[in-house]
């Protein structure tokens, strides 16, 4: 008879940030990590230890040579185990599919580089829910296996299984560990184990006489404690004498062990297909520190827009591509993708460092989208302009036309201006301000995919004519006819196209009183204050047209609640398939949240949210799954599926379905409590926060139309002037 197996993974889970700051854990944790285990292997020969995040090793290597070639040699003998397979135990729900890939790509790669070995699996023992992505990321990886014990903390959905399958949103899977017990627990007894026992005989119908169960430390890193130790060694021991063999193993062993059983015991593993997220315990997190949320973003789709131009540039120029500065770049973000950090749950003084690094990242990435555009740029004919030549890249993979800005030195500037391509071809141009010596002109163009194509701004009277409305009651465009209110607020969005009225009620920003959550306030929500209409909205101040040319119409509006300002533009430009709303707010409102309300004329019972790779169908809240991530569109498709309407968010990924025609998405939350006094989350968001939202409404079900308006709003084409 095949003896059963009980494999022990002994860790150190190390906060980057959490109640401490970066400085703490370099000084502190780090070298408590490296030494206690030195002490664990001295002592206890039969002792295997766990540690994830390239990042952390990095650290290792800087700060604390001395002790590195003493862990490499524990390394290559197999004591000390690389594992997680990252680069940062990072957040999976708010980072980009690109972003989880790189992270993998970076972790594993200098797991390799640095000690010939890699894992084959993602290990997040403290991580704050899991979406129906991440298993399709992680089999597009090359990896086998997913590792988390947080699910006790209030899965929506429970947890699934000991050991089985999860599957992703395109099918793939990947095996799972999703239940092996507290990783800070110290091992009192192995086989006698309650817990473990029942494990075992559970997975005894599926034919899998094995199961995994955590002990170690948590948070703070170091060593499990000696007594855990002793009682696996102990354990161990006695693996001749038993019909259960007890290992100290690596974290990936067991999904090693798994894919190698017989195909038939593998068809018969319990399966998960659907995602992984939490009750609570996570969803406050989705909004959260909001400025570091959008920089977040803005680095994500600059680092894409600037490694495409550098690829161009290399192809075409022979440019020497900037690999090492746009890896640091990279390394930097996702260094504070890290789940203490970009959800926001970490103490203030901490994200002095994460923004300041954000912003370093975005000028790097900026400089290197220019220089390699300023590379492509020096090969483009420009000898038909005749004015001021400009580049605009289009960094997408199909034609698009959109409105651009440019900025012009005012003394180049006629009092007409047109713009033209070198086949004479015209284009509207729109003067939108002239502020020190500087004139900031919109201009709609056509562009090739991944192009990069040159316009003539000229001083010559346009001859294109406007097919744009604006006034202080409606915008119009060849799509839309948007009206307001006389709170300032969208009241109606005609759809021409479709001959439908979208809008149900007005769109609205609703504040709702609010305390939050009394333990976990930067993490959670709280279901009972926010599972109903909204105290308060905002209320107009002023309204004014700001834009009315050929390119483009807008309103401001300014709105208040209490000491709080909201100032929106709202646009439509010259054949724009969204109304587009761009939003800042000196939030001073403290025990508040707010949301951006939609309801529509569509309705259904379910909506669909974007993960970034596939989408994902959810129903109306309750009161275990509330509040929901997505990455930048939720929508919501008419039963009948005559047609639907998508609401795309820059920067913002918290949502619920309030009822079968309403979507809202949560703007800010400033709780009562305090986790910790220096945590200072009763402060969260006060102060300018930036935002911008889309609408679009489309024919039949939700498809590749959304997500392709979606990576359009998000990722504006880009003009360059040029000599």
Not at 305 to 312: D, G, K, L
Not at 375 to 380: E, R, Y
Not at 508 to 513: A, E, L, M, R, V
Not at 554 to 579: C, N
Request: hydrophobic residues 35%.
């Amino acid at each position: 008879m095949e003896k059963k197996k009980i494999y022990t993974i002994a860790n150190a889970h190390l906060d980057t940030i959490w109640s401490w700051d970066f400085e703490t854990t370099v000084s502190k944790y780090i070298y408590n990590t490296l030494n206690d285990n030195f002490n664990r292997f001295e002592k206890y020969p039969e002792y295997k230890f766990n540690f994830e995040g390239s990042y952390r090793y990095e650290l290792m290597k800087e700060y604390y040579p001395e002790m590195w070639d003493k862990m490499k040699s524990y390394i290559s003998k197999g004591r000390w185990n690389v594992c997680g397979s990252a680069f940062e135990n990072g957040d999976v729900n708010v980072p980009s599919p690109e972003a989880l890939f790189r992270n993998i790509l970076l972790g594993n790669n200098y797991f390799y580089d640095n000690f010939g070995k890699r894992s084959c699996d993602i290990f997040l023992p403290d991580c704050f829910g899991f979406g129906y992505a991440l298993p399709s990321v992680m089999r597009h990886a090359n990896l086998k296996g997913f590792t988390t014990q947080k699910l006790t903390w209030g899965s929506a959905y429970g947890i699934p299984f000991d050991l089985g399958k999860w599957y992703g949103v395109d099918g793939n899977y990947v095996y799972g560990c999703t239940n092996p017990g507290s990783y800070d627990k110290t091992l009192k007894k192995i086989r006698d184990n309650d817990f473990v026992e029942k494990k075992l005989k559970d997975n005894e119908q599926y034919n899998l006489p094995l199961t995994a169960v955590f002990h170690g430390v948590g948070d703070r890193g170091g060593a499990p404690t000696e007594a855990s130790v002793k009682t696996v060694c102990d354990e161990i021991n006695k693996n001749d004498t038993s019909d259960t063999e007890v290992l100290s193993a690596p974290a990936d062993k067991i999904f090693h062990d798994i894919d190698a059983l017989p195909e038939n015991v593998k068809q018969k593993l319990p399966v998960w297909n659907n995602e992984l997220v939490m009750t609570n315990h996570a969803v406050g997190g989705y909004t959260s520190r909001a400025i570091g949320k959008r920089w977040n973003r803005r680095n994500e789709e600059i680092a894409d827009m600037a490694e495409r131009a550098c690829v161009t540039a290399m192809t075409v120029n022979g440019y020497d591509y900037p690999q090492i500065p746009l890896t640091k770049a990279w390394k930097r973000v996702i260094a504070h993708q890290f789940h203490d950090d970009l959800p926001g749950t970490s103490v203030q003084r901490a994200y002095r460092r994460s923004w300041n690094d954000y912003a370093m990242s975005l000028n790097q990435f900026t400089n290197e989208y220019e220089s390699a555009v300023k590379s492509i740029a020096s090969s483009l004919d420009t000898a038909f302009v005749k004015g001021t030549a400009i580049v605009v890249n289009n960094p997408m993979e199909y034609e698009r036309t959109n409105v651009v800005s440019v900025r012009i030195p005012t003394k180049l500037c006629g009092k007409n201006m047109t713009a033209l391509d070198s086949e004479e071809n015209e284009y509207p141009v729109q003067v939108t301000e002239v502020k020190n010596g500087v004139t900031t002109l919109l201009v709609c163009v056509t562009v090739p995919a991944m192009g990069y194509k040159v316009f003539d701004i000229r001083n010559r009277k346009c001859q294109i004519k406007s097919k744009l409305f604006a006034s202080i009651q409606m915008l119009e465009n060849e799509k839309y006819r948007v009206q307001f209110n006389s709170n300032g607020d969208i009241s109606s969005i005609f759809d021409k196209d479709l001959k439908k009225e979208i809008l149900k009620k007005p769109i609205i920003t609703g504040i709702f009183d609010y305390n939050g959550s009394p333990h976990w306030p930067a993490w959670e929500l709280n279901f009972e204050e926010l599972n109903r209409e909204p105290q308060n909205a905002t209320k107009i101040k002023a309204i004014k047209v700001i834009e009315n040319g050929p390119c483009r119409v807008a309103l401001q509006i300014v709105k208040t609640f209490g000491e709080s300002t909201f100032t929106s533009i709202v646009a439509l430009s010259r054949g724009g398939k969204v109304v587009e709303v761009y939003t800042e707010t000196e939030w001073r409102s403290k025990r508040h949240a707010a949301k951006e309300i939609f309801s529509f004329s569509a309705h259904s019972p379910v909506a669909t949210y974007d993960l970034g790779l596939g989408a994902i169908k959810r129903g109306n809240m309750n009161e275990k799954l509330f509040e929901v991530p997505a990455q930048k569109w939720a929508d919501i498709t008419d039963k009948s599926e005559d047609f639907g309407v998508s609401v795309i968010s820059e920067c913002k990924y918290g949502w619920d379905k309030f009822d079968d025609s309403t979507l809202r998405l949560t703007l800010m939350h400033t709780p009562l409590k305090n986790y910790r006094v220096d945590s200072m989350q009763s402060m969260m968001e006060l102060g300018l926060n930036r935002y911008s939202y889309a609408i679009y409404s489309h024919k039949n079900t939700v498809g590749h139309d959304t997500q392709t308006e979606a990576r359009n709003f998000v990722m504006p084409m880009a003009s360059f002037i040029v000599s």
